[in-house]
């Protein structure tokens, strides 16, 4: 099968046998590629292209994919050679205990509806941050976010509790004010 003038040009000059692609190897199989009489793929298959289907490209012989697998058999990523069932994540091993840090979610909640709603909301994002980080490997980043959490919510605790001393105090304040301006009356 051919296309136009196979001698004169056009696409460029093709190799006996004609065809876009130009002659296919013997045993050939699967899409593109043709049989040695005929030639006219679209392009030309390598010549070990026979029995695992041909396509687009050269599939390897080890049964192929889309891409070299490591031959260690790994999944779609290399992973690290120590393994230790944490992900590996960053390179770093985790701390001895192997236990993620306090994340101080309840304190957070808690100063966060009693005491003072923006430190607090800080508080519950950054104790949210601590297993996510663990979970991916970022052990110090882990630790971190517990340190800040643990600074937040007592931020709140401590701004709740000036809070509430200071409305004490106004309403001390204004009980004594009014008490002192309603005049004593005596029998």
């Known amino acids: 099968m051919?296309?136009?003038?196979?001698?004169d040009g056009g696409y460029g000059s093709q190799p006996p046998g004609g065809g876009y692609g130009g002659q296919q190897p013997p045993g050939g199989g699967g899409y593109g590629?043709?049989?040695?009489?005929?030639?006219?793929?679209?392009g030309q298959q390598p010549p070990s292209g026979g029995g695992y289907g041909g396509g687009y490209g050269q599939q390897p012989p080890s049964g192929g994919g889309y891409g070299q697998q490591p031959p260690s058999g790994g999944g779609?990523?290399?992973q690290p050679p120590s393994g230790g069932g944490y992900g590996g994540g960053?390179?770093?091993?985790?701390?001895?205990?192997?236990?993620?840090?306090?994340?101080?979610?309840?304190?957070a909640i808690l100063t966060t509806l009693f005491c003072c709603l923006p430190l607090g909301i800080v508080s519950i994002v950054k104790s949210t941050q601590?297993?996510?980080?663990?979970?991916?490997?970022?052990?110090q980043g882990a630790a971190l976010a517990s340190e800040e959490a643990k600074t937040w919510w007592k931020r709140s605790l401590i701004a709740g509790a000036i809070w509430w001393v200071l409305v004490i105090l106004f309403y001390v304040v204004v009980f004594v004010l009014?008490?002192?301006s309603v005049p004593s009356s005596s029998y």
């Open 2 to 7: 051919s296309y136009g003038n196979q001698g």
């Open 33 to 42: 590629q043709q049989p040695p009489s005929g030639g006219g793929g679209y």
């Open 76 to 78: 779609y990523g290399q």
């Open 90 to 107: 960053y390179g770093q091993q985790p701390p001895a205990g192997g236990n993620p840090p306090d994340n101080h979610l309840v304190a």
């Open 130 to 139: 601590v297993n996510s980080k663990w979970q991916v490997g970022d052990y």
């Open 178 to 180: 009014l008490a002192a």
